[in-house]
Structures are given as C-alpha cells and as structure tokens.
T-cell receptor, first 114, second 112 residues
C-alpha cells in the first residue's frame, strides 16, 4: 500500500503570495490532518478533515484554509504569505476519526517564504 | 492550556549505550500518548501508543512507560544504533477530541 504523499516537496514563494499544498492519504483512509513544523514551535496542529468536513481546527489565522475532496485527497491553502509561514507542512492520514488509530505522516512540503 | 514538555532538548550518546527520554504533559482529560520518531527530512513515524490503563509498552529496542497519575512518560532506547539518530516526539491526545498536543521533541544523536 502506498504511503501518504505530498506535493510539492519543496516550494519557494515571496511575501504576499498564496500557496496550495496537496496531500494524498493512504488508500482507504478518510481522515487527513495538517500540521506546521518549525524549529521554534515544533509540530502544531492546523486542521483535520474527515469525509470532506473540517472536524477540528488549530489556533491559526484565517489565512490558512483547507479542504478535502470526495476521494479523501486534501489541499491546504495559505494566502498572503508572511516570512513566519516558512516551515515544513506535514499531512497525516488515518483510516477513521478514531483517535486511537495510528496517524501516518507524509514526507512534508518544505515552504520557504522570501 | 494543554502542554507537553520534553527533556532533554538534545542528547548525544555512544553507539551501544542506553538512553531515556522524558515527557511531561498537562493534557486533560487524557486519551492516549504516543511516541514518534522523526528522521531528518521525513515525516514522523509512530513507535508506541499507550492508553490510561497501560504503563509499559515495547517496540523492539524501544520501551515506553506511562504514569498517568503524575502525567509523565519516558521512552527508553536499549543498545542504541546509529540509525536511532533522530528527533523523538511525544504526542498526547485529549479524550473525546482528535486534536493532538505535540512536544517539541528530543534530538538524539548516536555517535560511533
């Protein structure tokens, strides 16, 4: 079974631009979560989608948004990029919304904002 | 506010030696605690998951302990190998929610 895939792996943008990141979960997994990882803050939860509905949202500004498609693939969008948005963005999937299910992480998208 | 604190921040040990990483949390009500290993440039990989009623769980050379009363967990690595060099992240899940609270991780370097 293929793992979680994220595209692109690396991205360079400038302040004020917007960016869309993509995540394909493991086949059959219906829950997709997004995380931001920075050296100073560690991993921080952005949001979780389950069956195309946002179930939980972390403490991030409205510039960060996401969606999930009927095939469980998910996209995350960041508008009006700031220098502080430079981070590794990780996507994780699990088979259901059960918190005991193991989350499987993708390799991440490294976003650099100049 | 839910918090997860890990110590030490970083650690260097010689190959073959044992080490113990610590995790203290304030997440309540508690559901489960996981330890993840994250190699440089890759996503985290789950090592163990422990619920309230479990106080020890092993995965090969990795043994996690949990004291739900003191809200402390540890990850013990036995006979370390060079491939154990990674960041180890403690993650606590709040009961009834799927939101996770992450520690900032312990960076372990195993030296030959």
């Amino acid at each position: 079974k293929a793992g979680v895939t994220q595209t692109p792996r690396y991205l360079i943008k400038t302040r004020g631009q917007q960016v869309t990141l993509s995540c394909s979960p493991i086949s059959g997994h219906r829950s997709v979560s997004w995380y931001q990882q920075t050296p100073g803050q560690g991993l921080q939860f952005l949001f979780e989608y389950f069956s195309e509905t946002q179930r939980n949202k972390g403490n991030f500004p409205g510039r960060f948004s996401g969606r999930q498609f009927s095939n469980s693939r998910s996209e995350m969008n960041v508008s009006t990029l700031e220098l502080g948005d430079s981070a590794l963005y990780l996507c994780a999937s699990r088979s259901s919304g059960n918190p005991f299910d193991t989350q499987y992480f993708g390799p991440g998208t490294r976003l650099t904002v100049l | 506010k839910n918090q997860v604190e890990q110590s030490p921040q970083s650690l260097i040990i010689l190959e073959g030696k044992n080490c113990t990483l610590q995790c203290n949390y304030t997440v309540s009500p508690f559901s489960n605690l996981r330890w993840y290993k994250q190699d440089t440039g890759r996503g985290p990989v789950s090592l163990t998951i422990m619920t309230f009623s479990e106080n020890t769980k092993s995965n090969g050379r990795y043994t996690a302990t949990l004291d739900a009363d003191t809200k402390q967990s540890s990850l013990h690595i036995t006979a370390s190998q060079l491939s154990d060099s990674a960041s180890y992240i403690c993650v606590v899940s709040e009961s009834g929610y799927s939101t996770l609270t992450f520690g900032k991780g312990t960076m372990l370097l195993v030296s030959p």
